[in-house]
């Protein structure tokens, strides 16, 4: 099998389809589909069904997957583990949630900055989800997700510890108000898109509060997430920290939960059968340095 044919489906899978694939890999559609009908044929099987939604993998399509996306890793850990002659240089790829590359990364990405100038770092925001994909296929060497996080091929470390808040619109004062002044159905949930832990744990709080069918509205952005909750469109849940620092702060209501809803902790995940090379090294270094801040 070629690898290039290999990576192109593992892209497909994880970008969800054709098109973004070939944005992801910087190609046009028809290379894309080309190497996918290739690896099917060396294979004998279909691993997608197509259709008028899109493309799901087949059953063989589900056991490649993780073949395929530990062979991408290994030939991106390759390539690093030749080039590292100690000093940490070149480019690194880290990943993170929008929330904690707000508010939470500045600090220790200026940290980094002063102590490896001659690192190329590169940042790219996505779900959870999304993230842990992208590091155990070697897209990503590390990554700032919501915990927990079970995978016995990933090495985490605690980076913040966060209080989940429920946002509102300022006119709402209270959960007690909110809930009384809300429709039978609930309140629209502003969610970041599928694959969002703090989307998962809203969704979870919503049906305890009595409102299962309320309606799901996505956003891109912590703005414009912040933005539609101020013009009471609808709540969100979001770690205190970013909402108390938003410049929007003085426009919406926080609302602290129960422990059991409000408590989560943001890991910092690396493959476990990697190649440390010095860049990351250098980074774990910095998050693990007296002067990283992890919030009670």
């Known amino acids: 099998m070629e690898l290039s044919d290999i990576k192109t489906f593992a892209a497909v899978v994880r970008s969800g ?5 070939a944005e992801e890999l910087n190609t046009v559609q028809s290379n894309v589909t080309q190497r996918v009908k290739a690896l099917e044929v060396e294979i004998g099987t279909a691993l997608f069904e197509r259709h008028s939604r899109g493309m799901t993998l087949t ?12 062979m991408a890793a290994l030939s991106h850990e390759a390539v690093l583990a030749a080039r590292d002659h100690g000093e940490p240089k070149g480019p690194l790829a880290i990943g993170s949630m929008e929330t904690t590359a707000a508010v939470r990364l500045p600090p220790l990405l200026a940290d980094f900055h002063r102590r490896f100038p001659a ?7 996505a779900t959870t989800t999304d993230l842990v994909a992208a590091v155990l296929e070697g897209t990503l060497d590390g990554a700032f ?18 209080e989940l808040v429920l946002v509102s619109a300022r006119r709402w004062s209270s959960l007690t108000e909110l809930r009384a002044g809300t429709p039978e159905s609930g309140p629209t949930a502003l969610v970041f898109r599928t694959g969002c832990t703090y989307r998962q744990r809203l969704e979870q709080i919503l049906v305890e509060f009595g409102w299962p069918s309320a309606v799901r509205f996505e956003l891109g952005t912590l703005d414009g997430m912040i933005g539609c909750v101020a013009a009471d469109m609808g709540v969100t849940l979001l770690p205190r920290i970013v909402v108390e620092r938003s410049a929007m702060s003085g426009s919406v209501s926080i609302h602290a939960l129960s422990p059991s809803h409000a408590r989560v902790e943001t890991l910092f995940i690396q493959r476990r059968a990697g190649h440390q090379y010095s860049a990351l090294a250098g980074f774990v270094s910095c998050l693990n340095s007296d002067d990283a801040v992890i919030a009670a």
């Open 119 to 125: 690192v190329r770092l590169a940042l790219r925001t």
């Open 59 to 70: 059953a063989a399509g589900k056991r490649l997957l993780p073949y395929a996306q530990k």
């Open 17 to 21: 389809g054709i098109t973004r694939a």
């Open 145 to 162: 997700v919501a915990g927990p996080i079970a995978h016995a091929d990933l090495v985490t470390t605690s980076a913040f510890r966060e």
